[in-house]
């Protein structure tokens, strides 16, 4: 009888059984609740690094309008001025050179599309459209005012002046 004690009993097997069923259930919510730990972390540290990378945006969207008006500026100053105007225009470029600088250091690049560059809507925005002899349709013609992306994100884009569809010397829309 001895023996018979040894043999396992089918309630002992459907204990066994159960308890490695429970295991499993509990090994595998272990294994989710991990990777859910992994995944929050991963998505904190992409929001943290994003949001390191975009603190400045707002200040450089603030900042683009005074190298702006700085760039007009410069643009009516007197190509030949002597004395104290050329000093000034002279003190006027070294700053606006500084303050592309400081743009280009933290990240925020200028967008300045040239002419016959093909049209991109995620950086240049299309103040106008005509046509032209030169440039197939979809080409940028002219850069009416500069853009600036920071990290690759648009911040501000080129306002651009765009040859209209049917334009260039075939007069076939190269557009793709």
Known sequence: ????????????LAVVDALIAER?????????????????????????????AYAIQRFAKDLLSV??????????????AEGPVAAIVTGLELTQK??????????????????????????HQAMM???SDTLPGGSVIQTLQPGYALFGRTVRAAMVVVAAKG???????TRA
């Open 129 to 131: 459209e005509q046509p």
């Open 1 to 12: 009888m001895g023996e018979a004690a040894d043999v396992p009993q089918d309630d002992d």
């Open 167 to 173: 334009s260039g010397p075939s007069g076939v829309d």
């Open 67 to 80: 190298a702006d008006t700085l760039e007009r500026g410069l643009q009516q100053a007197p190509k030949d």
């Open 98 to 123: 500084s303050l592309l600088s400081a743009f280009e250091a933290n990240g925020l690049t200028r967008v300045e599309p040239q002419a016959g560059e093909a049209f991109d809507p995620h950086l």
């Open 24 to 52: 499993d259930e509990w090994k595998d919510r272990a294994l989710r609740a991990v990777a859910e730990a992994e995944n929050t972390k991963r998505r904190a540290e992409t929001q943290a690094n994003d949001a390191r």
